[in-house]
């Protein structure tokens, strides 16, 4: 039995309930139904048969304040383009080019496309680079560049392999008697 049919079922058995109860209220008490859905459901049922009882496809639900696909297109793609970027430039930028869209709209849209970080911007364009083959422009470049350096600035540093660069820090405290120097 498909869902369709399981609808399908219950509204039924709630005519057929009321008809044998002879009392309409009790009917929708006992199934769980408003009064005004058994009258819809009877006026469809005598108007088109069982077929009409069948759920009500909906259209899909409007988005308010969803901006259009190609708006959404284009702030994707200057946020590879420009990785480095902030919302507010990049609002700024789009309408230059006649693309009218808030800060905070950018905000959004990267938040959908997992774009709110430089970092993430940042690796948007590596994959992009790696799948596409493209050439990287100059602010590119310096973006890339820039995260690297504060990723080392920071205490992150590439090695080929973990344990692979060590390095210790050793530093004269004082003497103490009995046991001598301490570093």
Not at 97 to 123: C, N, Q, Y
Not at 129 to 136: E, P
Not at 142 to 157: D, H, M, N, P, V
Request: proline content about 2%; hydrophobic content about 40%; charged content about 30%.
């Amino acid at each position: 039995m498909t869902r369709e049919q399981k609808i399908i079922k219950n509204k039924l058995g709630l005519l057929n309930l009321a008809r044998e109860l002879g009392n309409v209220s009790q009917a929708c008490k006992i199934m769980g139904f408003s009064r005004d859905s058994f009258y819809r459901f009877k006026d469809l049922y005598e108007t088109g048969g069982e077929s009409a009882l069948q759920e009500i496809s909906r259209k899909k639900p409007i988005f308010k304040n969803r901006v259009a696909s190609e708006i959404e297109e284009a702030v994707v793609q200057l946020a590879i383009e420009q990785p480095a970027w902030g919302q507010l430039r990049v609002s700024n930028e789009l309408k230059k080019k006649g693309i009218f869209v808030s800060d905070g709209g950018v905000r959004s849209i990267w938040l959908r496309h997992d774009l709110e970080t430089m970092k993430k911007r940042l690796a948007a364009l590596e994959a992009k680079v790696a799948q596409d083959g493209l050439i990287l422009t100059e602010a590119q470049l310096i973006a890339l560049e820039k995260a690297k350096e504060e990723k080392q600035e920071s205490g992150e540093i590439e090695t080929e392999h973990p344990g692979y660069l060590g390095a210790q820090d050793t530093f004269y405290v004082g003497t103490l008697k009995g046991v001598g120097r301490i570093y």
